[in-house]
């Protein structure tokens, strides 16, 4: 689950980062876009600007001559020659400035046409980097559901297994009898059945058991598949005929065993590991056969 948590963080970080991948190549796209709207308006102008200056020129000539030197030489006195020339030489100036201009205006915009395509081609390749590594991210997770909801499916078989078994526990084994029969150090008369036994204690001290009683290694306590919670019983240990009392408080043992007895009712008995143990229901609350926890 701790693994499932952090791919899907991971995954919202990289949506996060495709989002803001995919918003810079829009922008760069903008820009490529008003890069060649500009160069298109500025070489639109060029052309504009020197079919103006042509047409100056030609009506500066004042006169029928068809060239530049007849229009100087067409001058009245040597004052006007300069003025004429004086106006050629500006016309000639207007143009190669304005033209010399434009062009630098012209290389400034394909500059940044090239800059806008750049940063176009880097935006994309951010913008396929963030999605290929979305996927990646989708395809982990995808991988560790697949694999949450097969462990899902295996504890559910276990737990369907183990509601068997103890169904087959307290079918074979039976409930204990009503309040009142003997509850003496094995001398009643109440039910008796035979299996394994095991002890538990270290890093459950004070957890709360199925019953919600806090678990205490150090009581006479029990675990018990399917007997009710206040059961007492007579826990007799057939390697060595020791024997203990105990009060049913918990669930247990899991997929193996019919009592899971408390470190303390352990020690008294000898028992270690597993262990086949005598077992004489000595009192109960009177739940009917068949109690499931």
Known sequence: MAQLDLLQTERSAAVERQQAAEHRLGVARAALAASRLQIAAAESSLVKAQA???????????????????????????????????????????????????????????????????????????????????????????????????????????????????????SSNGSPPPSGGDSGGGGGSGRVFYGECTWYGPGFEGDPTASGEIFDPNKLTAASPWLPFGTRLHVTNLANGLSVDVRVNDRGPFGRGVLDLSARAAQIVHLSGWQQVRIQILSGPGVARGVRP
């Open 52 to 170: 103006a200056l042509g047409e100056t020129l030609i009506s500066s000539y004042k006169g029928q001559s068809d060239d530049a030197v007849a229009y100087v030489l067409l001058a009245g006195s040597f004052a006007e020659l300069l003025d004429r020339v004086d106006v050629l030489q500006r016309a000639a100036d207007g143009e190669r400035d304005l033209t010399q201009q434009i062009s630098a205006t012209t290389v400034r915009l394909e500059q940044e046409r090239a800059a806008a395509a750049r940063a176009t081609a880097a935006a994309e390749k951010a913008a396929a980097e963030a999605g290929a590594a979305r996927a990646d991210l989708d395809r982990a997770i995808a991988g560790q559901a697949e694999i949450l909801n097969g462990l899902n499916a295996r504890i559910v078989d276990l737990l369907n297994k183990e509601r068997e078994r103890r169904d087959t526990l307290a």
